[in-house]
Structure formats: C-alpha cells, structure tokens
Nanobody, 119 residues
C-alpha cells in the first residue's frame, strides 16, 4: 500500500500563487506515475499534471499549461505543484494521485486539499 498526504492548499486572490506538496510513503518503489487531479463543485474530477518516475514524461491539462509546474524530489517520493497566475476557475479540491507500473488506472489517492481563488 501507498499513503499520499497533501499540503499547501488555501485561499488566494486571482493572480496569486500556491504550491502544493504530496508526500508518498509505503511501497513507493512500485509507483511509476504521480500527479495531481482536481474536482470543482458539480464537475467531474480531471487530470491537472502528471510526472513519471524518471521525470522524462510530464503532461498538463491545457487549462493550466504555462501557469502550473509539476516537479518531484530526487527520491521521487514527494511531488510538488507550483501554481502561478491563479484564476477563480482553478478553485477546486486538488488530489494527489499515484499509479503503479502496468496499471491503467490511479491506484492511490490522497485525501485532497482545497484551493480557493477569489476574484
């Protein structure tokens, strides 16, 4: 099993920045991809940014390209999401996620952290 613990959410004005962190523990050796999803009220959960273990593959949702940056520490057990130029439409609960090698779906989810952007 893998445990994911997020931190860094909060309230910020439009145009501001926040940095989310996600620390993984447990059988982290089997994790191949980590990333961030978000879910706004009344909307489906969507992928925001993903990074593979080697850092060679990074993907972003079109809506956050150029504003958000995903990164990981050398041990690949902590993932960060730097969010700049935040917009009210970025308001959502942000979830850390991890997928093991060979898995087609997310295997582990964090508890979620609220990000609220005021206009």
């Amino acid at each position: 099993q893998v445990q994911l613990v997020e931190s860094g959410g909060g309230l910020v004005q439009a145009g501001g920045s926040l940095r989310l962190s996600c620390a993984a523990s447990g059988r982290t050796f089997f994790i191949y991809t980590m990333g961030w999803f978000r879910q706004a009220p009344g909307k489906e959960r969507e992928s925001v940014a993903l990074i593979n273990r080697s850092g060679s593959t990074i993907t972003y949702a079109d809506s956050v390209k150029g504003r958000f940056t995903i990164s990981a520490d050398n041990a690949k057990t902590t993932v960060y999401l730097q969010m700049n130029s935040l917009k009210p439409e970025d308001t959502a609960v942000y979830y850390c996620a991890a997928r093991e090698r060979g898995s087609a779906e997310v295997d582990y989810w964090g508890q979620g952290t609220q990000v609220t952007v005021s206009s």
